[in-house]
């Protein structure tokens, strides 16, 4: 069965560091989406990407947010200078008809 | 108005109870109303999803009860087995299944 993947598992950085967190979506499947989730918290939506563009984002995504999917495969989250509170489980979900399909997700610490 | 409120927290059930999670949510403009099921370490999975235009929805141990004039809707999931022991999120979107909002979440324990 297909399936998100995501890598890497874990990311550990610097704060003021720039990340990418890298997602493979299901091929076929047209909607992108991030999500994180802190520790013990609920998931939070971050960002939907269509047909190349940003169709929608949340509060959370700000300037020091951008996504990108730059072939036909990967679909990539940059954080340009990471903070303390950024620390989180990231997700990457792919979207056919309504179902939205989580990858397994990318721990983020930032010391 | 954005917000899905989900209850309980957490939720201790013996092996064969039925386990309940209950949601409610304010923004009428929802029209998809899906259920996840998130092991630890995992991301979350599609467990059973509903529109508003039924009351109900049954698919094996898993069934949602969907109350729209009360703005509610809940997860029944019975003869809980220890393998059902997970974090629960109900969540609500517009246009069906774009921008996911989630409920806070349900520690469930299903105890052998």
């Known amino acids: 069965e297909p399936e998100v993947t995501q890598t890497p598992s874990h990311q550990v950085t610097q704060m003021g560091q720039e990340v990418i967190l890298r997602c493979v979506p299901i091929?076929?499947?047209?909607?992108f989406y991030w999500y994180r989730q802190i520790l013990g918290q609920k998931v939070e939506f971050l960002v939907s990407?269509?047909?190349?563009?940003?169709?929608?984002k949340s509060e959370i995504f700000d300037d020091q947010f951008s996504v990108e999917r730059p072939d036909g495969s990967n679909f990539t989250l940059k954080i340009r200078s990471t903070k303390l509170e950024d620390s989180a489980m990231y997700f990457c979900?792919?979207?056919?008809?309504?179902?939205?399909?989580f990858g397994p997700g990318t721990r983020l610490l930032v010391l | 108005q954005q917000q899905v409120k989900q209850s309980p927290q957490s939720l201790i059930v013996q092996k064969g109870g039925i386990s309940i999670i209950n949601c409610a949510y304010e923004?009428?403009?929802?029209?998809?109303f899906p259920w996840y099921q998130q092991f630890p370490g995992k991301g979350p999975a599609l467990l059973i999803a509903?529109?508003?235009?039924?009351s109900e929805k049954k698919e094996g141990r898993f069934t949602i009860s969907f109350n729209k004039s009360a703005k509610q809707f809940s997860l029944h999931i019975m003869d809980s087995q220890p393998g059902d022991s997970a974090t629960y999120f109900c969540?609500?979107?517009?246009?069906?299944?774009?921008?996911?909002?989630f409920g806070g979440g349900t520690r469930l324990m299903v105890k052998p």
């Open positions: 979900a792919s979207r056919f008809m309504e179902t939205q399909y």
């Open positions: 091929s076929n499947h047209l909607y």
């Open positions: 990407f269509y047909n190349n563009e940003i169709s929608e």
């Open positions: 923004n009428t403009a929802f029209d998809y």
């Open positions: 509903i529109r508003p235009d039924v």
């Open positions: 969540a609500a979107s517009r246009n069906a299944g774009n921008m996911l909002t």
